[in-house]
């Protein structure tokens, strides 16, 4: 229990450090958010024009699609937010040499690194999430209960958890490789088919995102449960066994990582 005190307090000293330090640059993160709801604009103008030739998309209507893709932005907008800085492991912090520092501190290395930095331009993706999902959750006859919104609030942070966890275990592989950032970007391209109902895609693709790299249930499970109140073993149950499988077979990974791990740089 001290260690846990212990690290929340520095998780918040790393926190107010960040704000005074993107306080100097407030163009950056003005920027960065009107960036990203452009972007997630024109994903959504895409996804209009197709429902105006077609009344549904695999049974599914435009709501529908709309809630889950809001819904999907939420765990992800909070990985974002919290725990970006595990990109710089794979791109650039170990080929540097930059690790060291983590090494020399009286801190758990891969604590330091997941609070070092706070994204704020996150916010855009959290924003539009609740929006999204705020502008469609009347047009559904949704029954709701204590216990439906437990599990609600339950599952959020381990669809999180399932973005961190993948970002752990692919970036500790640049204490090999020593660059690994392409491994990530890889595997986060998939999350782009848990934006929408995996019952729209070929067994392949709905394998792929359920089971291998189960993006599916950062979004889709959860959304599906809320939209209907069905199988929240598997909706709600599974998300939470697979973030914590995920999460000790990254933790492992960069473990070993560590062991092995060189300085390098020039």
């Not at 997630?40 to 893709?69: D, K, R, V």
């Not at 959020?156 to 752990?168: D, E, G, N, R, S």
């Not at 709905?206 to 209907?228: S, V």
Request: aromatic share 16%.
């Amino acid at each position: 229990m001290k260690n846990i005190r212990r690290m929340l307090r520095m998780h918040r000293i790393f926190v107010f450090q960040e704000l005074k330090r993107m306080m100097e640059y407030k163009g950056d993160f003005i920027v960065g958010i009107i960036g990203f709801l452009l972007g997630q604009f024109f994903n959504l103008l895409f996804l209009w024009i197709i429902f105006t030739q077609i009344p549904t998309l695999a049974g599914w209507s435009l709501e529908e699609i709309i809630f889950i893709y809001g819904f999907s932005l939420i765990p992800k907008g909070i990985d974002h937010l919290l725990f970006d800085n595990l990109w710089a492991i794979g791109h650039f912090i170990v080929r540097k040499g930059d690790f060291d520092k983590y090494l020399i501190r009286p801190i758990n290395p891969l604590f330091h690194v997941m609070v070092e930095k706070l994204q704020i331009d996150a916010l855009g993706e959290l924003i539009m999430g609740i929006a999204l999902i705020c502008v469609t959750i009347p047009s559904f006859a949704i029954e709701w209960s204590v216990i439906k919104i437990l599990l609600i609030l339950l599952v959020i942070p381990f669809a999180t958890l399932i973005y961190t966890a993948i970002k752990i275990g692919t970036s500790a592989i640049a204490f090999w490789t020593k660059r690994s950032g392409n491994i990530t970007y890889m595997f986060y391209m998939v999350n782009d088919f848990a934006k929408y109902p995996v019952t729209i895609y070929n067994n392949f693709v709905k394998t792929l995102i359920t089971y291998i790299i189960p993006f599916a249930f950062t979004a889709f499970y959860p959304a599906n449960y809320i939209l209907t109140g069905e199988n929240s073993l598997f909706n709600i149950g599974l998300t939470v066994l697979i973030a914590l499988v995920l999460l000790v077979i990254s933790v492992l990974i960069w473990n070993k990582g560590i062991k092995v791990y060189e300085s390098a740089g020039s």
